[in-house]
């Protein structure tokens, strides 16, 4: 008989064979490095709690047939700790595809004593299996923002990845003309001047800047220095996106006005993964990371439209869109779930699995042994 079980570490190489074979290249020797991103994300994280695993799937044979990722975040609803489990990754063999075990996988996890379970990396067919378990779609965060700072720049990275050698011609060209019509477009594409410094938002920096902000916000992270500093050198080892930038945000006279964290990348996207400050404080933050973006030749910036910043998004020409995945919810409480709708939550992209992109980058085979970074 098939079962649905907990990940266990000796499930590793499996695991990593299943998922290099329906999510990656279709062969079932998984690349290196692969393996040693399993096991470091799902057994070595600061947070790993063994009463929320990350679950698999083993068919009559005994071979591991499906997995389901998760990842616990500590967080505080009023003042109260709570666990919230991130689902994601999720993959079952084909073969096995028919017996749903994929949804007896997320029901098992939607099952387990956490007080809040989410996915921000999911697409239309797992919404409609999560929904169909008691599951929301947060329609807000599952739509996207985006700031054009470089527009012809930008234009010319979307041919990227459908006509490359288009692409190829258009960027010279698309240079010229930043150069020639941004000043003309000044009010829509430029850049405010923005009072104030920024600096290096440290993990230290980060634990102490949520717990102080202020009391309109009831659910926000309980972050540690342990778990912020996995965080940055897990959020740096996704190089593909970009650099990580992380910057902590003052106001003219030396008080924090709040930070970013995002992904830079010259000539092409930069993705917003948090931006945090008080309601008085959130456009200057936004003003410096379109300053910080301009400066390392970003073409444009992306992120996901989070509640508390539909006016200071509006306010600065961001263009609205639907986002590239759905952000879903799934809590037995109602009150739980209306915080996280309403904007009283600082729930962002940092604290879900749409960054957790190592398993779909390529990873260097010349690196010295399975348990190096991603390439």
């Known amino acids: 008989m098939s079962e649905i079980r907990p990940f266990a570490r000796e499930d590793v190489p499996a695991v990593a064979s299943l998922y290099e074979q329906v999510a990656r290249s279709g062969s079932r020797t998984p690349a290196p490095g692969l393996a040693a991103y399993f096991e470091r994300t799902f057994f070595d994280h600061p947070w790993f709690d063994p009463e929320i695993p990350s679950l698999v799937y083993v068919d009559d044979d005994g071979r591991i047939a499906g997995f389901l990722g998760s990842s616990v975040r500590r967080l505080l609803f009023d003042g109260r700790p709570v666990r919230m489990a991130v689902s994601g990754p999720l993959v079952a063999d084909p073969s096995v595809r028919r017996r749903a ?62 006509a490359p050698r288009l692409a190829r011609v258009a960027r010279p060209i698309a240079s010229t003309l930043d150069f020639l019509t941004v000043p003309a477009l000044r009010s829509w594409v430029g850049v405010p001047e923005p009072l104030g410094a920024s600096e290096e938002l440290t993990p230290a920096g980060l634990v102490e800047q949520v717990a102080r902000l202020d009391g309109r916000l009831r659910l926000r992270p309980a972050y540690d220095e342990a778990f912020a500093r996995w965080l940055f050198d897990e959020l740096e080892a996704v190089r593909s996106r970009g650099e990580l930038v992380r910057r902590l945000v003052r106001n003219g006279d030396g008080t924090v006005a709040g930070w970013f964290v995002y992904y830079a990348s010259p000539n092409g996207i930069g993705w917003v993964l948090q931006i945090a400050g008080s309601d008085q404080s959130l456009e200057a933050v936004l003003d410096h990371l379109l300053l910080d973006a301009a400066s390392r030749q970003v073409a444009a910036l992306r992120g996901r439209l989070e509640p508390h910043l539909c006016a200071p998004l509006t306010r600065r020409h961001c263009v609205l869109r639907q986002s590239d995945a759905f952000a879903l919810l799934h809590a037995p409480s109602i009150e739980l779930l209306h915080v996280v709708s ?34």
């Open 101 to 162: 075990a994929g949804v007896f996988l997320l029901r098992e996890l939607l099952s387990g004593p956490q007080e809040l379970t989410i996915t921000d990396g999911a697409t239309d067919d797992v919404r409609r299996i999560w929904q169909q378990l008691g599951g929301e779609t947060a329609p807000l965060q599952s739509l996207g923002w985006l700031r054009a700072l470089r527009p012809w720049r930008a234009g010319a990275g979307a041919l990227e990845s459908r």
């Open 342 to 375: 309403s904007g009283r939550a600082l729930l962002t992209r940092l604290e879900g699995e749409w960054w957790m992109g190592h398993h779909v980058e390529s990873f260097d085979s010349s690196a010295a042994g399975a348990d190096q970074a991603p390439a």
